[in-house]
C-alpha cells in the first residue's frame, strides 16, 4: 500500500536548520509528484514545496524562498525539505503529499518546533 514515512523534525534555535524527510514506497516514486505542506496550531494547512517526480523541477512558496529548498533521492524514493534560519514563524507540523489516481496520501508528519 502507499505510504509516507516523515521524519527530522525536532527542536531547534532560532536561526537554526532542520532537514526533513519524506520516504515513499508503495507505488513507483519516478512516477508522482510529491508535495509538501504545513500545518501550525489553530492555523490551516499550508502548502510549502513541490517537486516533480523527475526531480529536475520544483518550487517553494514565496514565504520561504531562499529559505527552504526542495530536493529528491530517487534511489531512496525520498523527498528532502532543508529548512534554514528558522524562526518562530515555522514551527508547524510538516507533511508530504503525493496524489495517485485523483486520491491523496498523506503522512503522518513530523513536528518542527522552533524555541531558544
Known amino acids: 500500500q502507499v505510504q509516507l514515512v516523515e521524519s527530522g523534525g525536532g527542536l531547534v534555535q532560532p536561526g537554526g536548520s532542520l532537514r526533513l524527510s519524506c520516504t515513499a514506497s508503495?507505488?513507483?516514486?519516478?512516477?508522482?509528484?510529491i508535495n509538501w505542506y504545513r500545518q501550525a496550531p489553530g492555523k490551516e494547512r499550508e502548502p510549502v514545496a513541490f517537486?516533480?517526480?523527475?526531480?529536475?523541477?520544483?518550487n517553494v512558496v514565496n514565504s520561504v524562498k531562499g529559505q527552504f529548498t526542495i530536493y529528491s533521492d530517487n534511489a531512496q524514493n525520498t523527498v528532502y525539505l532543508e529548512m534554514k534560519y528558522l524562526s518562530p514563524a515555522d514551527p508547524a507540523v510538516y507533511s508530504c503529499r503525493v496524489r495517485i489516481a485523483a486520491r491523496d496520501y498523506w503522512g503522518q508528519g513530523t513536528q518542527v518546533t522552533v524555541s531558544s
Open positions: 508503495g507505488f513507483t516514486f519516478s512516477d508522482y509528484h
Open positions: 517537486i516533480a517526480n523527475t526531480g529536475r523541477s520544483s
